[in-house]
């Protein structure tokens, strides 16, 4: 059993190495009978007319184990089959989420040239400003110079 439950490498081949052992196995569904021969799990016949048998020490738990063996023959190729889907639905799903990271990428790229051009047109803004400061100084010196030296002038307020 893989130790890190995400190896998804690891878990696809348990899962593909239990569905060819179901497939080599006898067809189920499996049952079995504890009335005749308690160490006797049926899966049909084979060719040549034998039943599967399993061996193992007769105590108060062998229905239980008996049991569990013959489900197995429909749980376990069932499990390992939800396995690979599984593995398919992340393997999907962290495509997907690599395509949206990478939209995420040029969606930041497009953001910081945005950001960028605005910084460079709000320090123009602001040299804009400046000049503009420094020629309302200008003209206000004109306009004073003008009322001291030509207090007749029309164009001067």
Excluded at 22 to 27: G, L, T, Y
Excluded at 35 to 64: C, F, H, M, S
């Amino acid at each position: 059993m893989p130790t890190d439950l995400l190896d998804l490498t690891a878990l696809r081949v348990y899962a593909r190495a239990a569905l060819e052992r179901a497939e080599e196995a006898k067809p189920g569904p499996w049952g079995f009978e504890d009335a005749t021969n308690p160490d006797l799990v049926t899966g049909g016949r084979d060719e040549y007319g034998a039943y599967i048998y399993i061996t193992g020490p007769w105590d108060e738990d062998a229905d239980k184990t008996h049991a569990f063996i013959a489900a197995a023959r429909l749980y376990v190729p069932n499990l390992a089959a939800s396995v690979l889907t599984l593995c398919a639905a992340y393997d999907f799903l962290k495509e997907s989420a690599f395509v949206d990271r990478a939209r995420a990428d040029e969606l930041i790229a497009e953001r910081d040239a945005v950001k960028a051009e605005l910084e460079q047109a709000q320090a123009e803004i602001e040299q804009l400003r400046q000049q503009n400061t420094g020629l309302r100084q200008a003209g206000d010196a004109a306009i004073e110079y003008a009322r001291q030296h030509d207090p007749d002038n029309l164009y001067v307020e």
